[in-house]
């Protein structure tokens, strides 16, 4: 019987596809699952090119691996959403991803057909999401002491030690969440794009900081132009302070020393009348998206005007905001209306190098976090850290709602959906979906060093018992009561999208029954000198 396929295509079917996608998740979740939690180890990714990320970080590690494997990829774009929708939970997501799998596979080993397995995670994920809301404590999004509770939560399992440091970095995140919010009528609007960080090596962590204004990893122009301007009045440019080469290549011909002159008197001539025009506005900063010429720069700084070169395109626009200036895209357009404000510019040396503070400024919805360590390996750890904890403060600003951590919101979900009912098979599918929440605590427990079993019949019996916050206390190595009395709370919505992703994830693997491998395209043979294969015995040739 003639193929359909291409030659050397590999085709896999039936019962096996599904159990080897499960496999390949399994794997991936495993391997994540010691990451879970404040006691998660660390992973080292080593790059092709020798460069070296060490992160428990779930976006992170998924993005470095380059998993190569089909269905796993599907849970890698999981984590990925995870992690755009909401910035933290993208460990949870993959690894629940992995037990839901794990849980489905046992229920394929007694002959239940996937469709009603997805089914029965579907329903489960519908009935999840409405106790979930009725398990959420509501809350006051101005109240700092759960803000604090949801920041501590996050940054317990990340970089950060117990102490100062972890409490100055809570109020730091705070702070910078709080500094870029909005209140339109009863919503809050918070666009952490608003926070930059900037990096700089030196010191230690302890001495990141929240800077009220924007600082730009620059350094001034020239080194007679002024390193600090008070009463900034400032000039922001996407134009070149050069002279610009034509579209059209051509040549000049000079005979004479004196025609040479004449020609560089010119583009002096040219680029005074640009500084004239620039100083005339009042600007005593200049801040340039393009190169700026050395005698663009001479002018600038006899003119006593700060020039700062080649800023990208995302700096401009948030300088141009934070200081309520207007991007000028031509010298015709140069105006003392397009000039921005600030209190203070000045570069200053930071570590071993330098950059530009613009602080007092008119939109102070603009901050920068400047993350300070002894190593890039340390400081690119506490970005990603950062990065969780601003999107987790505002989350539960967003949507107040908060859970209790420590794997007791899942032990509670678990039991709660147990007793819940669907028609037929679907009922062990819905038990499944409840089990591997459960491992989730019982990961936790795990990490923790205690006894998985034990654990599990512990919790499940505190939870019978109407103690809905009980959880695993990581840190002290015991299950507790109430794991919101020791400040251990999770926001609602990023436990939602873990539920959604992982779920939607699962489901979409067991949907799969087919595997087609295309065979790699075969390579063209190199056009050899003078023709193309072949061509030499060609008569003529």
């Known amino acids: 019987m003639a193929s359909i396929f291409r030659e050397n295509t590999s085709r896999e079917s039936g019962k096996d596809v599904i159990l080897s996608n499960i ?11 010691t990451s879970l939690g404040p006691r998660g180890l660390d ?18 590690i998924v993005k470095d691996l380059e998993v190569q494997h089909p269905a796993a990829r599907i849970v890698v774009e999981t ?31 007694q002959n239940i057909h996937p469709t009603t397995i997805i089914e029965g995670f579907k329903k489960a994920l519908d009935k999840a999401l409405a106790i979930s809301k009725e398990i959420a404590i509501k809350i006051n999004p101005e109240d700092r002491n759960y ?56 010191e230690s962590v302890e001495d990141t900081e929240l800077i009220k204004g924007f600082v730009l990893d620059k350094e001034v122009a020239h080194e007679g132009m002024p390193r600090r301007i008070d009463e900034a009045k400032i000039a922001v440019i996407d134009f070149p302070l050069e002279v610009q080469k034509t579209e059209i290549s051509s040549k000049l011909s000079l005979t004479s020393p004196e025609q040479i002159k004449a020609a560089l008197d010119e583009q002096a001539k040219y680029l005074r009348g640009i500084v004239d025009k620039i100083a005339a506005t009042g600007a005593n900063v200049v801040i340039c998206q393009k190169g700026m010429d050395d005698i663009a720069q001479y002018f600038l700084a006899k003119k006593k005007i700060m020039g700062i070169k080649n800023v990208s395109r995302s700096d401009l626009e948030k300088i141009a905001k934070t200081t309520g200036a207007t991007i000028i895209s031509s010298e015709m357009d140069l105006d003392s209306s397009a000039l921005g404000y600030a209190k203070v ?17 008119k939109n102070a919805k603009v901050v920068t976090i400047l993350i ?49 009912t669907l028609p037929g098979k679907e009922q062990l599918a819905l038990e499944a979906y409840a089990n591997a929440l459960e491992e989730i605590a019982v990961t936790l427990a795990e990490t923790a060093g205690l006894d998985p079993t034990e654990a599990l019949v512990n919790l499940r019996t505190m939870h019978a018992k109407g103690l809905d916050k009980s959880g695993v206390d990581v840190m002290q190595g015991k299950l507790v009561e109430d794991m919101t009395k020791i400040k251990v709370v999770d926001s609602l919505k990023v436990k939602e999208q873990v539920l959604k992703g992982a779920t939607e ?36 040739m």
Do not use: C, H, W
């Open 23 to 33: 496999t390949a998740v399994r794997t991936l979740a495993e391997m994540l699952k």
């Open 43 to 60: 992973k080292m990714m080593v790059s092709s090119t020798n460069d070296i990320t060490i992160t428990n970080d779930g976006a992170t």
């Open 79 to 109: 984590a990925k959403v995870q992690d755009s929708e909401v910035g933290d939970g993208t460990t949870t997501a993959v690894v629940l991803s992995g037990f839901l799998l794990d849980e489905a596979g046992k229920l394929l080993d």
């Open 147 to 202: 803000l604090r509770e949801v920041a501590y939560t996050t940054l317990s399992s990340k970089f950060f030690s117990e102490g100062e440091e972890l409490d100055k970095i809570i109020d730091l995140s705070i702070d910078a969440v709080l500094s870029v919010m909005d209140k339109v009528g009863d919503e809050y609007v918070i666009d952490l794009s608003n926070i930059k960080m900037v990096k700089k090596r030196g």
């Open 345 to 361: 510019v000045e570069e200053r040396t930071v570590g071993k190098d330098k950059a530009i503070f613009i602080e007092g400024v």
């Open 372 to 420: 300070r360590g002894a190593t890039d390996i340390a400081m690119d750890e506490v970005e990603r850290s950062l990065n969780d904890v601003l999107n987790s403060v505002r989350n539960v600003i967003i949507y107040p709602y908060v859970v209790a951590g420590g794997g007791a919101f899942e032990e509670e979900l678990a039991m709660r959906l147990r007793k819940e």
């Open 505 to 540: 994830a699962a489901t979409a693997i067991l949907k799969i029954d087919d595997l087609i491998a295309a065979a790699p395209a075969k390579q063209q043979p190199q056009q050899q000198e003078g023709g193309y294969p072949g061509m030499s015995g060609m008569p003529g």
